[in-house]
């Protein structure tokens, strides 16, 4: 409808046009190029406009003679782009596929048609890496290496090319260059993170995990508790003691629940004779995380002192973590201390109803045999060589770990705020509270009269020496294993050496 407007307003403007020339009465004399010319003016002016727009419309039609061949090139190179694409697609789509000789033939049709040789190296490099031809794939990578936009592609195939042959110099090479060219990629920094600790390089591995956290490629939480387990790896290394006590004091910051790093600066303040520093270290890592290495290492500060400033000093601990277990086995063996034995086994019976430790057992045990004597303290021995030892890294009260062991603990802590993962099966559960009171009951003995009668005599006529010599061999063993030996809460084979020595094995 609009054309059929537009054509018919054409009409009239045409036919207004020749009206208005056809009414010039003048005429237009001239003389160019030794020609004279004499005409009607409106017949002469028609005639230049229409000449003009003639000139306009044959021009326009031989520039789209001429490029016509530019068309037909520029046609022809979009076929091939299209061609091209289209096969870089179905190439990358085969390699995803694990097709490699479908990836490589695809990615031959991409280079035949594709200028843009960026696009196809990729996909070369990964069929031929399907096909086994390495040496190609990695050619195909080391060109990206030239094109900034394909860079960091290349270092991502050259370092999965390292890390596949066992190249660790150069993977690491590839993962810090990829790491600098762009710092804000994941598997960059997590190659540059799992090769430090691989190679026990903690300083290295922390100036990386700083550069993440910049970035945001890790959260705070997590960046804190891994520079604060690489700060102590490190100053478990460290050959100096204050270069080692300045690298845990500065982890404790970042991470105050670290115990390694509590246990190692609360070793050096007690080596320096500032038993005061150190306490209050441990008491700090306590309150973070109760944890049995705090516990000796505490426990051993005070072994000098008398045993009702030892129980004191014990009480005081737990009270600064009342809710954990360790708090207490704290108070039990404070009440041991004070020889306080049935306060011990109040502390401790609803414990070993919940989970079957062998401090809680041994402790029980001495307990026991200040309540009833040492013949009640065997069963208890039994019940401690017998408890699972506990899993927990530095249980024994100290952190030497293999370059391996730090680095299963540095992720550990990382990722999951903890020392070790959870053991695979489940604590054994404790005794009964029945069982508990039936254990602590007095023996029942049963004698005749006479035997009454008869052991009486006995023991009247026998001397303190024969008493003395007559004393039972198990006896002996059980005195020795619960004297002031046994001076740490957490000592899992003291109390293997006790349950031996009540069964009367050597």
């Given at each position: 409808?609009?054309?059929?407007?537009?054509?018919?307003?054409?009409?009239v403007?045409?036919?207004?046009?020749?009206?208005?020339?056809?009414?010039?009465?003048?005429?237009?004399?001239?003389?160019?190029?030794g020609?004279?010319?004499?005409?009607?003016?409106?017949?002469?002016i028609?005639?230049?406009?229409?000449?003009?727009?003639?000139?306009i419309?044959?021009?326009?039609?031989?520039?789209?003679i001429?490029?016509?061949?530019?068309?037909?090139?520029?046609k022809?190179?979009?076929?091939?782009?299209?061609?091209?694409?289209?096969?870089?697609?179905?190439?990358?789509?085969?390699?995803?596929?694990?097709?490699?000789?479908?990836?490589?033939?695809?990615?031959?049709v991409?280079?035949?048609?594709?200028?843009?040789?960026?696009l196809t190296?990729?996909?070369?490099?990964?069929?031929?890496?399907?096909?086994?031809?390495?040496?190609?794939?990695?050619?195909?990578?080391?060109?990206?290496?030239?094109?900034?936009?394909?860079?960091?592609?290349?270092?991502?195939?050259?370092?999965?090319?390292?890390?596949?042959?066992g190249?660790?110099?150069?993977?690491?090479?590839?993962?810090?260059?990829?790491?600098?060219?762009r710092?804000?990629?994941?598997?960059?920094?997590q190659?540059?993170?799992d090769?430090?600790?691989?190679?026990?390089?903690?300083?290295?591995?922390?100036?990386?995990?700083?550069?993440?956290?910049?970035?945001?490629?890790?959260?705070?939480?997590?960046?804190n508790?891994?520079?604060?387990a690489?700060?102590?790896?490190?100053?478990?290394a460290?050959?100096?003691?204050?270069?080692?006590?300045?690298?845990a004091?500065?982890?404790?910051?970042?991470?105050?629940?670290?115990?390694p790093?509590?246990?190692?600066?609360?070793?050096?303040?007690?080596?320096?004779?500032?038993?005061?520093?150190?306490a209050?270290?441990?008491?700090?890592?306590?309150?973070?995380?109760?944890h049995?290495?705090?516990?000796?290492?505490?426990?051993?500060?005070?072994?000098?002192?008398?045993p009702?400033?030892r129980?004191?000093?014990?009480?005081?601990?737990?009270?600064?973590?009342?809710?954990?277990?360790?708090?207490?086995?704290?108070?039990?063996?404070?009440?041991?201390?004070?020889?306080?034995?049935?306060?011990?086994?109040?502390?401790?019976?609803?414990?070993?109803?919940?989970?079957?430790?062998?401090?809680a057992?041994?402790?029980?045990?001495?307990?026991?045999?200040?309540?009833?004597?040492?013949?009640?303290?065997?069963?208890?021995?039994?019940?401690?060589?017998?408890?699972?030892?506990?899993?927990?890294?530095?249980?024994?009260?100290?952190?030497?770990?293999?370059?391996?062991?730090?680095?299963?603990?540095?992720?550990?802590?990382?990722?999951?705020?903890?020392?070790?993962?959870?053991?695979?099966?489940e604590?054994?559960?404790?005794?009964?509270?029945?069982?508990?009171?039936?254990?602590?009951?007095?023996?029942?003995?049963?004698?005749s009269?006479?035997?009454?009668?008869?052991?009486?005599?006995?023991?009247?006529?026998?001397?303190?020496?024969?008493d003395?010599?007559?004393?039972?061999?198990?006896?002996?063993?059980d005195?020795?294993?619960?004297?002031?030996?046994?001076?740490?809460?957490?000592?899992?084979?003291?109390a293997?050496?006790?349950?031996?020595?009540?069964?009367?094995?050597?």
């Amino acid at each position: 409808m609009i054309r059929i407007l537009m054509f018919l307003l054409g009409i009239v403007f045409f036919a207004f046009a020749i009206t208005v020339f056809a009414s010039f009465d003048s005429r237009i004399t001239g003389e160019a190029f030794g020609y004279r010319f004499d005409g009607p003016s409106g017949l002469i002016i028609g005639g230049l406009i229409v000449l003009f727009v003639a000139a306009i419309y044959l021009t326009h039609k031989v520039k789209d003679i001429l490029a016509i061949p530019a068309k037909i090139k520029a046609k022809d190179a979009a076929t091939r782009r299209e061609r091209g694409i289209a096969a870089l697609t179905r190439g990358l789509e085969a390699a995803a596929a694990g097709d490699g000789e479908d990836a490589a033939h695809h990615a031959r049709v991409a280079r035949r048609n594709l200028d843009d040789v960026a696009l196809t190296r990729l996909l070369t490099a990964q069929a031929a890496q399907l096909s086994g031809d390495m040496a190609t794939a990695k050619e195909s990578y080391s060109a990206m290496l030239a094109a900034p936009e394909t860079e960091f592609i290349g270092l991502k195939g050259l370092y999965a090319q390292a890390m596949t042959s066992g190249d660790t110099a150069a993977a690491k090479s590839y993962a810090e260059r990829a790491f600098r060219l762009r710092p804000n990629a994941a598997w960059a920094f997590q190659s540059v993170f799992d090769l430090g600790l691989e190679r026990g390089a903690w300083n290295e591995t922390r100036e990386a995990v700083i550069g993440a956290q910049k970035n945001k490629v890790i959260d705070d939480a997590r960046a804190n508790r891994a520079r604060a387990a690489l700060l102590t790896a490190d100053a478990y290394a460290a050959a100096d003691q204050a270069t080692a006590m300045s690298e845990a004091e500065a982890a404790l910051k970042l991470a105050p629940d670290f115990t390694p790093a509590s246990v190692l600066a609360a070793r050096i303040a007690i080596d320096e004779g500032k038993t005061s520093k150190a306490a209050k270290l441990l008491e700090a890592g306590f309150t973070a995380s109760a944890h049995p290495a705090l516990i000796k290492l505490y426990d051993r500060l005070y072994k000098d002192e008398t045993p009702e400033k030892r129980a004191h000093k014990l009480k005081k601990l737990a009270e600064k973590n009342p809710a954990s277990d360790e708090a207490v086995l704290l108070k039990a063996r404070a009440a041991t201390l004070a020889e306080d034995w049935q306060g011990a086994v109040d502390a401790l019976e609803a414990h070993v109803t919940k989970t079957a430790t062998p401090a809680a057992f041994s402790l029980m045990a001495k307990a026991a045999a200040g309540l009833k004597g040492e013949a009640a303290a065997q069963i208890w021995y039994e019940h401690a060589a017998a408890a699972p030892r506990d899993p927990r890294p530095g249980a024994d009260g100290t952190f030497h770990l293999t370059r391996e062991g730090w680095a299963r603990l540095i992720r550990e802590y990382m990722d999951y705020a903890r020392l070790s993962p959870p053991p695979i099966e489940e604590a054994t559960a404790g005794v009964s509270t029945e069982e508990v009171r039936l254990l602590l009951a007095p023996p029942v003995v049963e004698e005749s009269l006479d035997e009454i009668e008869e052991d009486s005599e006995t023991s009247a006529s026998e001397t303190p020496a024969e008493d003395a010599s007559k004393a039972s061999p198990d006896h002996s063993a059980d005195a020795s294993s619960s004297g002031e030996e046994d001076d740490h809460v957490h000592d899992d084979e003291e109390a293997e050496r006790a349950a031996n020595a009540a069964r009367g094995v050597s």
